[in-house]
């Protein structure tokens, strides 16, 4: 664990229902109130948008609405997305949505107005600028978007994600409504949740883990552990919903103390190519990795489940790490999600393309408390190609 810490987090984070009147404290700052509002058209659908829609005609703050936003985006499509929403005059982002969602908003309060390009902050994210400020509204229960540092982007011509970081890019404001989630297909919050709480589990076996983001990671898991079966079987637990919510809060704020390690950097070449959902290929890959790490870090994995289950703290440090990965497995299963790559056409004729992919995402693998061999990234994905 690293000896000195540090956190960021947004300016304000509201929890609870029927938030919009929170907006008021950040419009009202700006000199130019007109608001660029990024959501995708199956939560207009859902009429998720309705309640922003209607603060913002009776404050009669001039708004446009932007619902292209295309799942897990390249960088060319938000660069075009930069020069259409850019036609517009806007003195504030307000995104409603998932992480897609989420991360293009974070990228264009970034590069709306800036003298450099997406491709700049992709070989160079440290010169980003905050251009325009930012509220981040979640409608899911897993990326954590709303409190990272971080935006994905495909690199189509690499066939492979990237991860662009950046504290200018924390949100301004963020509001977990919990109305927000209520009717959120159970497959999708089973993937976005188990996706929390591996944010939520690496982040406290991270070799960069700090005092900070243990305790935020472990109050995270501890949250999913406990309510994402329910949350699945029951579809009415609201309660149970919006504890997700806010562990994938947590999981997201401890990314930015820590960041994700090989579950993460092996997971980017499955969305890369194959298109396989974050949080599905994350699951897929979460025991295996744990399992490759677990030598390596036995000590965290017993502390966190000192915390999320005390009922194992007189059982063997070796004990409690095993019944942690086994937990691990167990909610995967609980919630349906496929755990061979078989199922969605990976081969072992594509091992090449993976483990090369995956022992570029240096950033992520540098934080892996276990050094990464070709041979070992090999039989990780090997052994869900079974």
């Known amino acids: 664990m690293s000896t000195s810490a540090f956190l960021k987090m947004p300016n304000s984070i509201y929890a609870g229902t029927d938030l919009t009147k929170h907006l008021d404290e950040l419009i009202k700052l700006q000199t130019n109130q007109k608001v660029l509002l990024f959501t995708d058209k199956g939560i207009e659908a859902n009429h998720l948008v309705d309640p922003l829609i209607t603060y913002f005609e009776h404050e009669g703050i001039t708004y446009q609405v932007e619902d292209e936003i295309k799942p897990e985006p390249s960088y060319v499509q938000v660069d075009a997305l930069l020069q259409k929403v850019s036609q517009f005059d806007f003195g504030l982002i307000v995104a409603i949505g998932g992480g897609s969602v989420m991360d293009a908003a974070k990228l264009i309060s970034l590069l709306r107005g800036a003298d450099y390009t997406i491709q700049d902050l992709i070989q160079n994210a440290s010169i980003a600028k905050k251009q325009v400020p930012s509220v981040m509204i979640p409608t899911t229960t897993g990326t954590g978007s709303e409190a990272t540092i971080n935006a994905i982007v495909t690199i189509p011509e690499k066939q492979v994600k990237f991860g662009i970081v950046s504290g200018e890019m924390l949100p301004d404001l963020v509001l977990l409504d919990v109305n927000n989630v209520k009717k959120l297909p159970k497959s999708i919050l089973a993937a976005s949740a188990v996706d929390a709480l591996s944010h939520c589990v690496e982040c406290y076996t991270s070799k960069n883990a700090t005092i900070f983001s243990n305790d935020i990671a472990a109050i995270g898991a501890r949250y999913i552990f406990q309510n994402l079966v329910t949350a699945y079987q029951d579809e009415d637990n609201v309660a149970a919903r919006e504890a997700l919510l806010l562990g994938a809060f947590y999981g997201g704020v401890a990314i930015t103390a820590?960041?994700?390690?090989?579950?993460?950097?092996?997971?980017?070449?499955?969305?890369?190519?194959?298109?396989?959902?974050?949080?599905?290929?994350?699951?897929?890959?979460?025991?295996?990795?744990?399992?490759?790490?677990?030598?390596?870090i036995m000590p965290q994995l017993a502390n966190l489940t000192d915390f999320v289950f005390p009922d194992n703290q007189q059982d063997s440090e070796v004990s409690k790490a095993d019944f942690m990965i086994a937990k691990i497995a167990d909610i995967v299963e609980a919630v349906a999600i496929p755990t061979d790559l078989k199922q969605f056409g990976v081969t072992l004729a594509d091992l090449d393309f993976l483990i090369d992919s995956a022992l570029q995402q240096t950033r992520l693998l540098d934080h892996n408390m276990k050094v990464l061999s070709r041979e070992d990234v090999e039989n990780i994905y090997r052994s869900i190609l079974s």
Do not use: C, E, R, W
């Not at 390690?261 to 298109?275: I, N």
């Open 258 to 296: 820590s960041g994700t390690t090989a579950v993460h950097a092996l997971s980017y070449p499955l969305g890369g190519k194959f298109h396989i959902a974050h949080g599905v290929s994350n699951a897929v890959l979460f025991k295996q990795v744990m399992t490759f790490n677990k030598d390596a």
